[in-house]
């Protein structure tokens, strides 16, 4: 057998004893996987894109200010960390219904699952906003730039309901296999963003010049944009997923459903949010101009990552519903096509960083000692990518199952323990500092692909039921 057809056909991938029914054209496989795929890698690059449009834009205004952005990020992914829970149960089931072609339940999901999206965001983007700067302070924040990053994080924590409504709408959208949706929604929000960033904080067009202020109101008003697109997408009866007044059947009964799925994923959100602020919290107190370095790779490290995100997202929603089908053959065969597709994004990618780093640093900061700490970061990132992207594309398929519990423990290890541990060691004992952590980012990713590997390919997954 040719290493094309072993590798890149359904033929190659499957044993005959695993073949469930009558199999689609793999010019039909890799057509489906790009349809929705494309829509959702492009939507997480422009996401990614929102934040990095405003660390690019306030770059010029010195290190203070990258870092005053850069150290909200993950205090703010913290308070999203419910809702990106609720929203991987609401994806699973939406495509667990739609693969069982029950289009009932699967609104009934939906409106459930923004009944809860509004409640848990309204009393936790409060909660954070009373208690902002003392979780700053924890965060790591350093004094020169404390004020200005209180400032630009009440202002996004107060967008952050709406938005958080419209990733749960768009998460049910994408659980349906309505990936443009979202696509749609980020890159409108994304453009309005751009264009008030420039305004705003520059003061054009007779605009005030409001500096890091000025990038958060474009942010909330980009945030809250997409939230109404978002929203529309549900006013038309004749959509798959739409907005009704009928009752939904059976509510608590499928809210402990869903919650089932939403506590293992809220877990694993928890671990996750947990491990990535004490490893800013490490990287902070190496200095102002260590942790504005830092902020600027991660950026694009997110940008990159972005690609294998949007894979992921595709795969737990075409995995959910060949399960919903029964057809355990078609979710392994999407998973390692998406796997194919990602990997040879991610050789791309790694080139791309490796080789064109200083240039893509300078987008962000013209600063020569930022520049300068950023080098090997840029490097060790574009090893990173190649283990990074087919990672999260396994664990998109894990999810899609069920399997929530699993990469709840998995992020435990190796983003909670692994990650800020090994970072602190070689940072400050071994005196490594940035590029010492930055080779506990990428050890951890290194030991998250090791692991989801062996358990897509042990099999449990695809016996899970929900």
Known sequence: MSLIKRFCTWQGILKPEQVKGEMPSNRAIYGRTFDMAWPSALENVL???????????????????????????????????PILALNTATVVYVARKKGENNQKEANDYTKIAIIFSFIFSLFICLLAFVYCEDILWFAGAQS??????????????????????????????KGAGYTK????????????????NALLIHGYMGFPALGVKGAAIATAIGNT???????????????????SFEKIANFMDKT??????????????????FGFFIYAKVVAGLGTAEFAAHQVCMNIMTISFGFGDGLQVANTSL???????????????????????????ALILCFAVSFFSDPLVNIFSNDIEVIELASIPMKILGITIL?????????????????VRFVAW??????????????????????????????????????RFLISFARFHGGHWLKIKI
């Open 181 to 196: 949706i979202s696509l749609v929604t980020n890159m409108t929000a994304n453009i309005v963003n751009i264009i008030f």
């Open 410 to 447: 998995m992020m435990l290890f190796c983003v909670g323990i692994i990650r800020p541990f090994l970072s602190y060691f070689l940072a400050y004992p071994l005196g490594w500092g940035l590029i010492g952590a930055w080779i506990g980012l990428f050890l951890d990713q290194f030991m």
């Open 319 to 345: 995995v959910g519903q060949s399960l919903g089908q029964r057809r355990s053959d078609l979710a392994i065969v999407y998973t390692r096509i998406s796997q194919l597709i990602g990997i040879t994004t």
């Open 225 to 243: 944009l997409s939230f109404i697109i978002a929203i529309a997408s549900l006013l038309i009866k004749e959509r798959y997923l739409h907005l």
């Open 47 to 81: 996401i990614a894109l929102i934040g990095a449009m405003d660390m690019i834009m306030v770059g010029f205004l010195g290190k203070e200010a990258i870092s005053a952005v850069g150290i909200t990020n993950q205090p703010k992914y913290i308070v999203l960390a």
């Open 387 to 403: 283990f990074q992207i087919p990672q999260v594309i396994i664990v998109g398929a894990l999810r899609g199952a069920g399997d």
């Open 256 to 273: 402990g459903k869903l919650f089932n799925i939403g506590l293992n994923a809220f877990i694993e959100q928890i671990f996750l949010r």
């Open 144 to 173: 020169d730039y404390i004020d200005l990053a209180t400032e630009y994080f009440r202002i996004v924590l107060i967008s952050l309901i709406p938005y958080s409504l419209g990733l749960t709408i768009t998460s049910a959208q």
